[in-house]
């Protein structure tokens, strides 16, 4: 058998195995390769996939540094192959994968605090190019450390090009004139779709895997979305069968990076498949994802059961206009998992209500989301009449609020310990402490404009920071003993910060 | 016996018949003085009061014109008095009293639709007589047809000074030293009350009678607080026996005057009342008021049950920091009254989160209210360091919101029928439509920003007003057949009125 692997990978990077094998018949479905992987701290087995033109690879992530050793079997190939590499350790900037920490929050895997800010580009790896460079160069502007996006296609308003590679082997519906405008009413010369589910177009893969590993370079979390209802060309509407050699593709390609969630669907409640039909998709994400990546479903109106056991989070669109970031501490009461909350509307202006509120709507979001020990999601969508809108397309952001949730995130990484936890300190004033029990509070007023607010500090000496949430500034007041009457400046958005002095 | 009494009257009017009776003793629980009045339409009985230097009155509103004869009797008086009045039409200005009308609405009683936008001044007929003046200037504007005010001196946040009269004879405590920073631990040389709450105090009644008649004559409805608990005096818990003199004593001198509503309590759930008080003191509003003025109650916490016989109204304040104006068509539908939310936060920047929201916030909040067929109440505590806040002085007032408030008010008044019902045409925009099955639709988008909205008008014409609550303009964009894609500026704060052409 010929294969071929690099001798060393950093730990918590990708070794990936290539091997030649046959390409008669049809090698997605007729044979198979697994990789027994053997190091001195963990024994792992990873599905390989077929890349096309006779290679096969299989995909793996060490968690240790050390020696290591594998043997690839499977069906196409003569005999087996068996090879050793060494992992050496992390470099400075890879803290490994995304774990649940402290019940409600997220940490690296080498302990560093993750608190995630995302954001959400659906189909940013479907657009051209260009496109694509241009949200990879906003992005690395650091605003967010996650980004949600789809591996199918999306049909949706504002979002009815084809994109530039498709994940099967086919011919699509030709629905190269639908606008906007006509959508409802528009009848394609050809309406039919032609695909072969049983053939992948690996290009659409390697495509998207070149994008999430530029993510993992910027520090941003992959929010990959398997499944969605915004489909003109069938993906949403597969057999079972189809549906689970899918799920296994997916898997087999992605999961050995390391900056991988898994989102089993897009509002999952919009699609034609069953409770049982999910569970039976998120057995396979258990069973074949060698490293349990986080994993968690997208609601449009009813949640899914968040206290399944396969769920690592809740992943929440808001159910009500008016109240969403603000139930954060019931959702951490009822879920007891980390609460993050993807779609509570984006700043924009789109004739649609999930899509145009203002940054400043946004941003007092986050912070009520925050302050209660939880995490809230961006998104852009500005109506720009055909032009590209973050939500969908990604490219450039014009709003208001990605500067504020980057701020947030810097008051964020400022906890003792790791996460918030939600306290009853005022009832107009949603208050949080360090989980770990430090003496440390952030009260966010939101809309409230108090002049000032009085708290008695007992005995012990404590410095109090006001912070502007919109204009980004924090200021020290001092530090103070007993009782005190903070000066506040009667705008909205403000917090103050109240913790030990240095 | 020597009585006074004019020859004639407007309809709802007063009738006010002066009798001299006896000084001796305690007149104000000694004597008795009552008043039978017939007309063609209606046969009334009130009691009168006596208002000191032995003068005992008695007060009548007619509800018809025409011809009516009364009959006075009571003790401390030498046999009986009789005689004849003439009621003439109503003016031009006067519609009668407010009633409850089409279930969850009000109107006049000469059939005018009346539709609340009220403010709070608790303890402005308590201030010196040059502020009272100022109260009545600002009044004049025409930003609000309803005022609630406390008829017991108030001692609160911000408002420690004695009252310019005490409701009874008698000393109050010395508390002249109070001061916002020294409140919780101030302590007066006097501690003690001294009253007699068997007699009156004629001045501080007659007072508030002159601001009432004011109120009247500027179209403001006056919704009279009986009772609350922000007191030093121990006017919050005197024995139900006083209490149920000074009910009677209300009753007699407020009754009459048409723009007359009770308010129970403001926060009856922080006093010292079983709801067996509270259904005691509503049972003689129901005897003893010939007139059955509007009746409600004011809640801290826990609404009181609504759906009690004797409230003609819900008067709420909100539960939720987050959301109550938005709750509106549950209220209506739980408790099947007019819905007033009497305090849904003020305008200001108070420490306080009751009062210290934005004037944007605020209007929204009557938007959020009228649209779904409910009346919302403004207040405005904007902190002036020991000068007056309107919200419990009166004077003048310096936010943004009550320009908005008249202009709303405006709006409403173009209803066909009387009153608007909420309807469910947009998740992300609360919509009215006429209660009188009138095509009229008010749509509000609130904090939403569209671009854009689409209707299918069917084959009628409509005509669509693009209405900016904010800036206080409207535009009508045309009449419209069919499909149709109305343009909005993207902006917060907008509506939509769509109607018949004229």
Not at 309 to 319: A, K, S
């Amino acid at each position: 058998m010929k294969f071929d692997y690099p001798e060393s990978v950093e730990q918590w990077g990708i070794l990936e195995i290539s091997l030649e094998g046959r390409s008669d018949g049809n090698p997605f479905t007729d044979y198979s390769v697994t990789g027994d992987f053997y190091g001195k701290n963990e024994v792992k087995r990873a599905e390989g996939f077929y890349d096309g033109d006779g290679i096969y690879k299989v995909r793996f992530m060490p968690s240790f540094s050390g020696e290591y050793t594998f043997v690839i079997s499977g069906t196409g190939f003569d005999g087996t192959a068996e090879g050793k590499f060494e992992v050496f350790p992390a470099s400075d900037k890879n803290h490994g994968p995304v774990r649940v920490f402290n019940t409600f929050h997220f940490a690296y895997a080498d302990g560093t605090p993750y608190y995630p800010v995302g954001t959400t580009c659906y189909a940013w790896t479907h657009q051209p190019e260009e496109t694509q460079e241009k949200t990879l160069r906003t992005l690395e502007q650091g605003y967010f450390n996650k980004i949600r996006f789809c591996v199918f296609p999306k049909h949706y308003d504002f979002n009815f090009a084809d994109p530039v590679t498709f994940p099967y082997e086919g011919t699509p519906c030709d629905n190269s004139g639908i606008t906007q405008e006509n959508f409802g009413s528009y009848k394609p010369d050809n309406p039919e779709n032609h695909w072969d589910f049983t053939r992948f177009c690996p290009e659409h893969f390697r495509s998207m895997e070149r994008r999430i590993r530029q993510l993992m370079d910027l520090g941003i979390e992959a929010d990959i979305i398997v499944m969605h209802p915004y489909d003109r060309w069938g993906f949403s509407e597969m057999s079972a069968e189809d549906d689970d050699r899918y799920v296994h593709y997916l898997i087999a390609r992605f999961a050995a990076f390391r900056n991988v969630w898994w989102s089993l669907a897009n509002e999952y409640d919009l699609m034609k498949k069953s409770i049982a039909d999910w569970e039976r998709i998120a057995s396979i994400f258990c069973e074949y994802d060698p490293y349990c990546r986080l994993r968690s479903i997208h609601n449009c109106h009813a949640f899914y059961d968040y206290t399944a056991p396969w769920i690592t989070h809740c992943c929440i669109q808001r159910q009500d206009d008016y109240k969403c970031a603000e139930l954060t501490g019931e959702y951490r009461a009822r879920y007891r998992k980390p609460v993050v909350l993807d779609e509570i509307a984006y700043e924009g202006n789109l004739p649609h209500g999930w899509g145009n509120i203002s940054g400043k709507e946004l941003v007092r979001r986050f912070w009520e989301s925050a302050v209660r020990g939880g995490y809230a999601g961006h998104g852009e969508t500005y109506f720009s009449g055909g032009g590209n809108i973050w939500w969908s397309h990604g490219g450039e952001l014009h709003g208001e609020s990605q500067e504020r949730i980057r701020f947030l995130h810097s008051i964020l990484q400022k906890t003792p310990g790791l996460g918030l936890k939600p306290v009853d300190l005022h009832w107009d004033g949603a208050s949080a402490a360090a989980e770990n029990g430090d003496f440390y509070y952030l009260i966010y007023f939101g809309f409230h404009r108090p002049s000032y607010r009085e708290y008695d500090f007992g005995p012990e000496p404590y410095t109090v920071e006001v912070i502007d949430t919109w204009e980004m500034t924090s200021a020290v007041l001092g530090t103070f003993r007993g009782k005190v009457r903070i000066p506040l400046p009667g705008k909205e958005y403000m917090a103050l910060r109240i913790c030990r002095p240095d």
